[in-house]
């Protein structure tokens, strides 16, 4: 019965079509056109042309006119391992790392009740021996009273020859006992100086301006000059005179011939990559290391920056000639090859991720092989390098791998 069923059904060709032949005939035209401009569409904007692309990058100018680069290290020429001129303990401390520090200012101090004792001792000392030179001026000027009365009476035959002598020989002694105790005076004035010095060795001071790099030692540590001693501090603190800040570089033997006194210099810093601080080299070392077949130059700091720090790892370039105001910042650069010049007007093809885009730049003067970039693109962007005639802005790229 299905069967029979599905055998009846049939297509009648003889129905009317929904179209009429001549309207499908007119659609024919139409549907080639759009086939045709999707094949164009696709030819030429969804094939990915393979271009070589180059970076936009910053350069500083004394980049142009370096002679030779080196690598050192800041070093302070002017250094101290401040330490006490005797053992003692340690009562007080004054200062942390970083602080500055002026010549005299008092650092730390030692235990110093003793000699404060021996030099109060030596204070009354020398009090007491200046009492006794005014006693014995006083014994002296009565003595020479005495001594000249008796003279004019022995000429008047008044006293005998004996009084006479007693009174001589009693204002000679009164003479002598004034030197004594000026004497006395002097010793006690040496003694008081001794305990004075011994008790200024208890006050540890900065011996120039400087800034605290380390601090060694603390509170309760025993100090003593060699620190052979367990558990004995020979330092306090360790001080730089950051004004003697310079770089020490090693120049290769056969480079020599770029390198002079007094010669300009560009300091770069690792820790500050976008810092550059004009130097001048301050000394070539007479001596070489034969190790390393290398010369160390000093270079000094002409610009000062409070975070110099010594041990820095720093690069020095050295100049045909001293870097220009207007040359201490950093430009904008591109190869030249990258610029298309048409109609009066330059542009370069920015890529933006697999399209490039035609953008107008304007430019200034040349850098070594590098160009300056003064508007339309920054640092960073990538932009095709020799661009194709064919490249339009909008097409696709591909970047040719290296």
């Known amino acids: 019965m299905a069967n029979e069923d599905i055998s009846k059904l049939r297509i009648d060709k003889s129905a009317p079509s929904a179209y009429p032949a001549r309207r499908r005939k ?8 759009i086939a045709i401009v999707s094949i164009a569409v696709f030819y030429f904007t969804g094939r990915a042309v393979e271009v070589e692309v180059v970076g936009v990058s910053h350069v500083y100018p004394s980049q142009t006119f370096t002679l ?4 050192g290290y800041v070093a302070a020429q002017r250094k101290a391992a401040v330490a006490s001129k005797i053992t003692g303990r340690l009562v007080s401390i004054n200062v942390e790392e970083g602080n500055r520090v002026k010549k005299g200012d008092l650092i730390a101090r030692l235990e110093n009740e003793d000699v404060t004792a021996a030099r109060d001792q030596a204070v009354a ?8 030179v005014e006693k014995a001026k006083a014994e002296l000027n009565d003595a020479a009273v005495n001594f000249d009365r008796y003279k004019e009476l022995l000429g008047g035959g008044l006293v005998s020859k004996n009084d006479y002598d007693a009174s001589e020989a009693r204002y000679k002694k009164a003479v002598a006992a004034v030197a004594e105790a000026e004497a006395a005076v002097r010793a006690g004035q040496a003694a008081l100086n001794n305990a004075e010095v011994s008790l200024e060795y208890t006050f540890i001071r900065a011996p120039f301006d400087a ?24 330092a306090v603190v360790t001080i730089a005179d950051m004004d003697s800040l310079q770089v020490e570089a090693d120049v290769s033997e056969s480079n020599l011939q770029y390198v002079k006194a007094g010669q300009p210099c560009e300091i770069q810093l690792d820790a500050f990559p976008d810092l550059r601080l004009r130097g001048e080299v301050h000394m070539i070392v007479p001596t070489a290391d034969r190790s390393k077949a290398s010369v160390m130059i000093k270079v000094r700091f002409l610009d000062k920056d409070s975070r110099i720090l010594p041990e820095m790892s720093a690069k020095v370039a050295f100049l045909e000639r ?21 109609d009066g007007r330059q542009f370069v093809f920015l890529v933006k991720d697999d399209r490039v885009v035609e953008t107008p730049i304007s430019t200034g003067e040349k850098l070594g092989e590098m160009i300056e970039v003064l508007s ?21 790229v591909k970047v040719a791998e290296k």
């Open 376 to 396: 339309g693109v920054n640092t960073g962007d990538r932009v095709v390098l020799k661009p194709l005639e064919k490249l339009k802005n909008g097409s696709r």
């Open 26 to 33: 007119a659609l024919y035209p139409l549907i080639a056109l």
């Open 68 to 71: 030779l680069n080196a690598s």
């Open 211 to 234: 800034v605290v790099l380390t601090k060694n030692a603390d509170i309760g540590d025993i100090v003593t000059p060699l620190g052979a001693a367990a558990n004995a501090k020979a």
């Open 322 to 342: 001293p870097v220009k105001p207007e040359e201490q910042r950093p430009r904008a650069v591109i190869n030249p090859a990258a610029v298309i010049s048409k």
């Open 125 to 132: 000392n020398v009090d007491a021996a200046r009492a006794n």
